[in-house]
């Protein structure tokens, strides 16, 4: 038997040896102290094995070892986005949760897992996935005169939230992915008003080790990565993380005949740990350049990938993060404290006419500057420079009092700083150029207390107060500047569990949070459209979990209901003009969703396993009430008093079939679809067609070396992920559905070598 894994112990307790068996399931181990030793066998789907010899001369007579198998348990996971750490089958939450599935994704981006989380999607029109929905509630843009930053799904990285940052670090050497779906802001604030993604790395380890990662792949992609784990004084370890990305992308340019949707990714880590028996700290330090062309759109909306741009745009974000993690332990409680701080630059340009002269002056367009006075030729630019800061200190009891009572008590503060440069078009077209700066701060406390009804069941309660001031100075014209006083928005969740049986939690809870009010920047909206209110939650979610040896399943159903609930919308003021877009938010009436989320891991039998995910999602807006806005939405939606929610498709799921030929070698195969979507919720006349994307995996591991070989969108497949409705093209500047699309068919493969 081949890679059984052999540990030879002497009897004096400090002296281990140990090695693998061979192809011929031979092993050797030299140089061994003399004495009584145990040697243990052990290897996946198999018992192990314990065998007692007696070393003369260092030596142990040949023995022969037969194993007996044993089926794989599937392993549950610890969740680090809840106020304690719970293993998987016990979180009181719709969750779906990467551990393991990361592996053989090493070298990826969080962009290829979005398929596999129910009720989870995102809105183009960034060079990676930066606006995120959950449950139809998320961001679709934030142009330079959007409003302050307004995120509804937050991202956690290793305990620090980066929400309006989007997703800066690839899967590799990621430990952890969780998604929560549904009201988060109990936990995290507003900022998680519709779900959560956290994103956990791993920690430095005991030994000095590491690997290295090389990839190409389609489109020119090459992929490099190293691992090295070092053993520094005074027990301190320290894991240093390097990747980069760099790729032609997708997309052909015909009129410049070069990459122009390039990708250019680095990314660097350096993790420290230090553990005594009452004291934990870690330091992370984290440096991200992605340095992105953006060229995603054509005017004739061809799906072959083609653009005909003369100036195309950047999509490039440059960060430098710490994070400082302090774990304390006081006997009866736990005290923990993370406090972080990063310092962000971003740019997002873009060919705005999509086009170039000698295209426009083609037909059907035959724009011809000398007659119209000026080229068919605009261009858009904003940077941002975002400087953020937190502190989070928590206290855990570590024991139930009178084995019954348990709490959670907390302290939030947080300092987000903006400044934006803008040019080209803004406010629609009324102004050309924007200085501006955000500064919101916010103030939260936040507790859980949970009563232990019986053996089986507890009820928890948990509340978050949170203050947030935002001051807004417009540094072109100080009369549009304003300020927001401190606002306290109370949040809260009130949870059942129970364990009816072993391996079955099921749970109920109702969630109350909210997500702030703001102000339109562009001054020259309606009075009406230039600001708008907090948007009040609530949501009810019930669900169950089975785990077992060979299942697990995760399954719930939600309501959601909003009062004044606010949505993204646009308008085109200037129907000559691509870039006289407004936009910007409004209130409707009332709002609600409501659905299903399911997941589930079937293992059946040693070498075949199933993983599934399911999302069942209906969503309602009502404009019927709103006084300020009824009329224009009733023209909007031709008469009817409600619509559907953007970016909110009734369905996603996902089918992975896993086989392992032997413990070197595995076969993921996975498909996924999608149903159809509107692209705005102020226009619900153009909807996506529904798609299904085919993906595989192949992974093999011999000596240190580890081969990964992938395909994704085998079928070729052209799947929408933005769409605007405007009128673009001369002479009659028809109001059309203009799309971008995801990623065409990838082919690659990656070597590892572990040292």
């Known amino acids: 038997m081949a890679d059984a894994n052999i540990v030879v112990s002497i009897e004096d307790g400090l002296t281990d040896s140990g090695t693998s068996t061979d192809k011929e399931g031979k092993f050797l181990i030299e140089n061994l102290l003399e004495g009584l030793a145990t040697v243990e066998v052990s290897v996946i789907g198999y018992k192990s094995l314990s065998v007692s010899q007696e070393l003369k001369n260092g030596k142990v007579q040949p023995f022969r070892f037969e194993l007996e198998e044993e089926s794989v348990a599937l392993e549950g996971v610890e969740v680090y986005s809840s106020y304690r750490k719970v293993n998987e089958g016990d979180l009181a939450s719709s969750a779906r949760i990467f551990s393991d599935e990361l592996k053989i994704r090493e070298g990826q981006h969080f962009a290829d897992i979005i398929q596999n989380v129910p009720n989870l999607n995102y809105a183009g029109g960034s060079s990676r996935p930066r606006y995120f929905q959950i449950r139809g509630e998320g961001s679709v843009s934030r142009y ?26 690839p899967l590799f050497d990621m430990q952890q992915v969780e998604v929560l779906m549904g009201v988060q802001t109990s936990m995290f604030g507003a900022n998680a008003s519709s779900g959560l993604i956290n994103f956990k790395t791993n920690d430095p380890t005991d030994n000095q080790e590491g690997y290295l990662l090389t990839q ?19 027990d301190w370890k320290m894991r240093l993380v390097a990747h980069n990305h760099s790729s032609d992308g997708y997309k052909n340019n015909q009129f ?3 990459p122009t949707a390039d990708k250019n990714e680095t990314s660097l880590r350096l993790k420290f740990l230090n553990q005594t028996d009452r004291l934990t700290q870690k330091y992370t330090l984290i440096y991200s350049d992605f340095n992105n062309g953006y060229d995603d759109w054509s005017p004739d909306n061809n799906t072959d990938n083609k653009t005909y741009s003369d100036n195309p745009g950047k999509d490039s974000q440059e960060s430098t993060i710490l994070i400082a993690d302090y774990a304390y332990d006081m006997n009866e409680f736990d005290l923990s404290v993370n406090v972080g701080m990063s310092d962000n630059n971003t740019l997002h340009s873009y060919d705005s006419d999509w086009g170039n002269n000698t295209f426009w002056a083609s037909n059907p367009y035959n724009w011809d500057a000398s007659v ?9 630019s904003f940077t941002r420079d975002i400087d953020t800061k937190s502190f989070d200190m928590r206290f855990n009891s570590n024991e139930r009092f009178n084995d019954i009572y348990s709490f959670v008590l907390g302290l939030f503060s947080s300092n987000y700083h903006e400044e934006t440069n803008a040019e080209g078009y803004i406010y629609g077209g009324s102004a050309t150029n924007l200085a501006s700066r955000f500064d919101i701060n916010t103030l939260s406390v936040y507790g859980e207390m949970s009563y232990q009804l019986n053996d089986n069941s507890s009820l928890s309660v948990a509340l978050r107060n949170e203050n947030r001031s935002v001051e807004y100075d417009d540094l072109n014209d100080s009369t549009q500047s304003f300020e927001y006083e401190p606002d306290s928005n109370l949040s809260y969740k009130v949870s059942f569990e129970q364990h009816p049986i072993p391996n079955l939690h099921w749970f109920a809870y109702y969630a109350a949070g909210y997500h702030p009010g703001g102000i339109n920047q562009n001054p020259y909206l309606d009075s009406d459209e230039r600001t708008y209110k907090k948007e009040s939650y609530m949501d009810v979610t019930a669900g169950i979990r089975w785990f077992t040896d060979n299942v697990k399943f995760s399954g719930s159903v939600f309501y959601l209901a909003h009062d004044n609930h606010i949505f993204e919308t646009s308008e085109q003021l200037d129907p000559n003009n691509p870039n006289a877009f407004a936009f910007f938010k409004v209130n409707a009436d009332s709002g609600a969703e409501y659905g299903l989320e399911s997941s589930g891991e079937l293992k059946i039998n040693d070498k075949i396993s199933l993983i599934t995910s399911l999302g069942l999602l209906s969503t309602e807006i009502e404009f019927g009430h709103s006084e300020d806005h009824e009329e224009d939405h009733e023209d909007n939606h031709e008469g009817h008093g409600h619509g559907e929610k953007a970016h909110a498709p009734n369905w996603n799921y996902s089918i992975g079939l896993n086989y392992s030929f032997d413990s070197e070698k595995k076969l993921m195969i996975e498909i996924s679809g999608k149903d159809g979507f509107i692209y705005d919720s102020s226009n619900d006349d153009y909807e996506s067609n529904p798609y299904h994307l085919l993906n595989a995996y192949y992974s093999q591991s011999f000596n240190k070396f580890d081969l990964r070989v992938y395909a994704k969108n085998v079928l070729d497949r052209s799947y929408p992920v933005r769409g605007f409705i405007l009128g673009l093209e001369p002479p009659m500047y028809a109001t059309k559905l203009y799309k971008s699309y995801g990623s065409p068919t990838e082919f690659g493969a990656s070597l590892t070598y572990s040292f």
């Open 216 to 234: 190409y792949g389609s489109y020119n992609s090459i992929t490099s990565g190293l691992v090295y784990n070092f053993l520094l004084p005074e």
């Open 372 to 380: 119209e006075g000026y080229d068919y030729d605009f261009f858009d």
């Open 256 to 258: 410049l005949s070069n």
């Open 144 to 169: 330079a005169d959007q409003g302050p930053p307004n995120t509804y799904v937050g991202l956690i990285l290793d305990g620090m939230d980066l929400s309006e940052l989007g997703v800066i670090t």
